[in-house]
């Protein structure tokens, strides 16, 4: 399995960054994202189910959306009015259906800046 997220980079406060992630290797129930900022514990963002169940952070919800293709074995992340405080190291996640076994892709940065 694989996991292989991008999109990070620096935006400003207030602006638009999206991010993808293409999972391969598998067919899997749950997809979304986390963050982990300098110091901190990884946090849940959004994860979205395969049928379609999303759940968001409440610190992300309205200004975030998650989306996926099952098909394509796609999730991505759009965000919007982003803050300071949702700069981060984003990470994409996947759980196996069937096995239950979770995956992790290599984390892509988020700046907001200035």
């Known amino acids: 399995v694989q996991l292989q997220a991008s999109g990070g980079g620096l935006v400003q406060p207030g602006g638009y960054l999206g991010l993808s992630c293409a999972a391969s290797?598998?067919?899997?129930?749950?997809m979304g994202w986390y963050r982990q900022a300098p110091g901190k514990q990884r946090d849940l963002v959004a994860t979205i189910e395969r049928g379609g169940d999303i759940n968001y952070a409440d610190s992300v919800k309205r200004r975030f959306t998650i989306s996926r293709d099952n098909a394509k074995g796609m999730v991505w992340l759009q965000m919007s009015s982003l803050k300071p405080e949702d700069m981060a190291v984003y990470f994409c996640y996947a759980r196996r259906l069937g096995t239950g076994m979770h995956y992790w892709g290599k984390g892509t940065q988020v700046t907001v800046s200035s």
């Open positions: 290797g598998g067919v899997f129930s749950t």
